[in-house]
């Protein structure tokens, strides 16, 4: 039985070898909390109140010129799919800056349909966000409850009850979110005919409204205490203030009343409605501040704004609003208690203006932006962002590459392979001379190497399925027994080391020119076909049955250059993609599609080979002319500066941040001038001296690595080495994205030692697997551009157990054998490069 079981394993070992496959999926595990933000002592938290359908947290940064510490959304509840995406992407936006995020919760059904369960699924998502990103979130629930104006309005037994329910949840969760109450103002109140208003009431309300106990709902009765859910439920208060450019100070003027001009708001308004004086017919007894916040310790939140309507005469749109957002700096600045405030970032329909559209924004115009944060910062009062941990989009793409290995001895795959490689290429020099029939054919005629194409077949393969998350033989093999080669520097390699060899015949052909605008020419086709993949998985984002949040976020495994610290974060991909659907699509969201700075995580390296295209007319006339020592020199000088400055970045495109230009130009340029003097390196390796030089360099090698490998397993010091050489090994000269030395010489030593190997072993080697991979390797692009579907495509599929190693062995079979088809049928040739 046990053996049966062995020759099973062994026999699917080598069907995996034969077919070649990926990654091990990752499994998410929350990261480290962070504790609870609170505004530093004397300052305000400031932000913008957004419409994130039209507006994003970059766009609203790039125009005031400076970063708020706080951003507003607006979210449907219960939360259901789209609600969930949308604060997602609110939170993820949010925390590239740094930012608080104050989210409103609207509710979709009526208050006494929300129960525990809604206020659970709510503060899950709270618990994520400050998990993942360390966001404070300030939750407010049905904000203005007190008013007409909304569905839920003036309902305040189940206001009451809903928000206590919620309060409940998140004060009995880990997500340090902070609960807030937030009536609008109450100039004005019941805001609206009252007479006969309490007969469709229950009793519980009728009760509660009618505080001055007349039987009717008038301006007598408290604007604010129906509705306060107690001081258990409430963390923070808010109130909700705006200019609406009409009004007296003794008289609320309701949207029956028109607005005919923009005019500068009155003189100590703003503190005036902090005093609860103005628009009220019946002085007040107390203020709002007084009475919820001063009396309870509590902070507050203020949400406020002015409009201005541009088709009514009157003020300048500068004077109407500095004349309100200066009150309000100078009110707050008065009033410590107040520690946040989000002004309305917002152009929009208002019915207070007759439905004309009101422009509520402070920083549209580009003077008024100035204006406006040159007030702020003078106040010395409000604190500009960052106030939590940013979790950039640069952070994010770096992400996508996992490379500190956190469980068991990466470094002995790499020695091990080594040595097995170095034993092979020794031993293929006696297989040569006994078995010559099993060469390759290498008779020195111009055209295509069939060892390239083999090897390119092997190499895309292992990109493939590394992609696609999922268990089995294939992930074991590719994850494990390839050392410290991943497909990427492989691909890029080969991909240099091919075009190198080609080119000359086109220049040939047509011509150095001509040659060059072909080169162009596919590099544009490789572009356009880069954003069309970015641009249909955007779209296919928006289909219910489609995971595509699996190849547009990533979630960090703690293996990336966060630490495990950062376990469980999930990365946008694609941020402020939304903005695209705007019209017209703001700028900023343009360019970082046009620069790919957004894209699915399988896809990213992409961009880097549409920029080193461009350049391949340019590095081929220098080696033409013999100066490919000047290029290797400038390639070197490039590499190296990045290593001093790693934080350089030429381009903010998501792939420099994985594959970073300056660093991995030096791994293309070198496959370049090998592929163009090709004939002359490999004359030169298998000469004499040349196999000699090899060999000795290839046993070396093997022999550095069981060398530092033995002095930490049977306890000696390998001298002249550290003790501690081969413990830190891996994280000091092994990693993927920086290509450390230690990844450069194991590059060299694959490249070479595979060759060599495929020489010798030919024809056994072809015959098996040549079908498969030398047809992948020739079609290696148009292979990579299929397998960002294909990775869809199996994380869209639920509840199946990926992990499993027999069907992580069928779906990988399956796929590899779907890309092969795919290619043998010239499917869509001629419209995706290959």
Do not use: C
């Not at 046009?594 to 699915?600: A, I, K, Q, V, Y």
């Amino acid at each position: 039985m046990r053996r049966s079981a062995a020759r099973a394993v062994a026999f699917l070992v080598v069907v995996a070898t034969f077919l070649l496959g990926g990654a091990l999926p990752a499994s998410a595990v929350p990261v480290h909390r962070a504790a609870a933000v609170t505004p530093e002592s004397g300052t305000t938290w400031f932000g913008p109140d957004l419409d994130w359908g039209d507006d994003a947290p970059d766009g609203y940064e790039g125009r005031l010129g400076a970063t708020p510490s706080m951003y507003g959304v607006e979210i449907a509840y219960p939360l259901d799919r789209s609600a969930r995406r949308e604060f997602q992407r609110a939170t993820r936006a949010a925390a590239t800056q740094g930012a608080v995020l104050v989210v409103s919760l609207l509710p979709g059904s009526s208050l006494g349909s929300l129960d525990a369960a809604d206020a659970r699924a709510a503060n899950a998502l709270f618990q994520d966000a400050h998990d993942q990103y360390g966001t404070q979130v300030l939750v407010r629930l049905a904000p203005q409850m007190n008013g007409t104006w909304v569905r839920w309005g003036q309902q305040p037994t189940d206001f009451v009850s809903a928000f206590r329910s919620l309060a409940a949840a998140v004060h009995g969760g880990d997500s340090d979110a902070r609960m807030v109450w937030s009536p609008s103002y109450g100039a004005g109140y019941p805001f609206g005919e009252s007479a006969g208003r309490l007969r469709d009431l229950s009793t519980a309300d009728v009760t509660k409204l009618d505080t001055d106990g007349d039987g009717r709902l008038t301006a007598a009765d408290d604007p604010y205490e129906p509705y306060w859910p107690g001081a258990e439920a409430v963390d923070w208060v808010g109130l909700s203030m705006y200019s609406f450019g009409k009004g007296k100070s003794t008289e609320a003027a309701g949207r029956d009343v028109p607005l005919t001009r923009n005019d500068v708001p009155d003189a100590g308004e703003v503190a005036a409605r902090f005093d609860e004086t103005w628009g009220y017919e019946d002085p007040q007894p107390e203020s709002f501040y007084d009475r919820f916040a001063v009396a309870g310790d509590r902070p507050m939140l203020l949400d406020t704004g002015a409009l201005y309507v541009h088709s009514l005469p009157g003020a300048a749109e500068l004077a109407v609003k500095q004349g309100w957002w200066r009150q309000v700096i100078a009110a707050v600045r008065d009033r410590p208690l107040v520690r946040g405030v989000t002004f309305v970032e917002t152009n929009r329909r208002e019915p207070e203006a007759g439905n004309r559209v009101a422009d509520w924004r402070d920083t549209a115009a580009r003077g008024i932006a100035g204006s406006f944060r040159t007030d702020l910062e003078r106040s010395d009062h409000f604190a500009f962002g960052p106030v939590t941990e940013r979790v950039t989009t640069r952070e994010g793409n770096a992400a996508t590459s996992q490379q500190y290995e956190t469980g068991g001895d990466q470094m002995a795959w790499i020695v091990w392979l080594a040595v097995g490689l170095a034993v092979v290429f020794l031993l293929s020099g006696l297989v040569g001379r006994l078995l010559p029939s099993w060469r390759y054919p290498d008779d020195g005629k111009p055209g295509r190497d069939l060892r390239l194409d083999l090897f390119r077949g092997f190499i895309i393969l292992a990109v493939v399925i590394t992609h696609i998350e999922i268990g089995g033989p294939y992930s074991y093999l590719t994850l494990h027994a390839v050392g410290a080669i991943t497909g990427a520097e492989m691909f890029v390699f080969l991909s240099g080391m091919v075009l190198g060899m080609t080119y000359p015949f086109a220049i040939k052909k047509a011509g150095e020119w001509a040659a060059a605008v072909g080169a162009w020419k596919r590099a544009r086709k490789q572009y356009l076909v880069t954003l069309a993949v970015i641009a249909v998985v955007f779209v296919l984002s928006f289909v219910p049955f489609l995971n595509t949040d699996a190849i547009t976020t990533f979630t960090d495994r703690g293996t990336g250059t966060g630490g495990v610290d950062a376990e469980g974060r999930v990365y946008d991909l694609y941020p402020n993609a939304m903005q695209l659907l705007g019209y017209p699509p703001p700028w900023y969201a343009i360019r970082q599609f046009l620069l790919l700075e957004m894209g699915p995580w399988p896809f990213n390296i992409m961009g880097l080979f549409v920029v080193l295209s461009l350049f391949i007319p340019v590095f081929l006339w220098v080696i033409r002319r013999g100066f490919w020592w000047a290029l290797l020199v400038v390639s070197w000088a490039l590499y190296v500066f990045q290593a001093l400055h790693p934080d350089f970045r030429p381009l903010d495109s998501q792939f420099n941040a994985v594959f970073p230009l300056l660093t991995w130009q030096v791994v293309f340029t070198h496959g370049l001038v090998l592929g163009y003097y090709r004939r002359q390196v490999v004359g030169a390796l298998t000469g004499r001296i040349g196999k000699v030089l090899v060999g000795v360099a290839v046993a070396l090698y093997a022999a550095f690595l069981v060398y530092v490998w033995a002095g930490d397993h049977f306890g000696f010091v390998p001298t002249p080495f550290p003790a501690s050489m081969y413990e830190s090994l891996y994280n000091t000269a092994y990693q993927r994205v920086d290509l450390q030395w230690g990844r450069l010489v194991d590059i060299a030593f694959f490249a070479i030692v595979s060759y060599a190997i495929l020489t010798v072993f030919w024809k056994p080697v072809n015959a098996v697997i040549g079908w498969l991979w030398i047809p992948l390797g020739q079609a290696s692009l148009y292979v990579f551009v299929w397998q960002v579907f294909f990775a869809l495509a199996v994380a869209s599929i639920p509840g199946v157990p990926w992990g499993d190693f027999w069907i992580g062995f069928v779906v990988h079979s399956a796929l590899i054998l779907l890309a092969w088809y795919m290619v043998r049928k010239r499917f869509l040739f001629s419209v995706i490069p290959r």
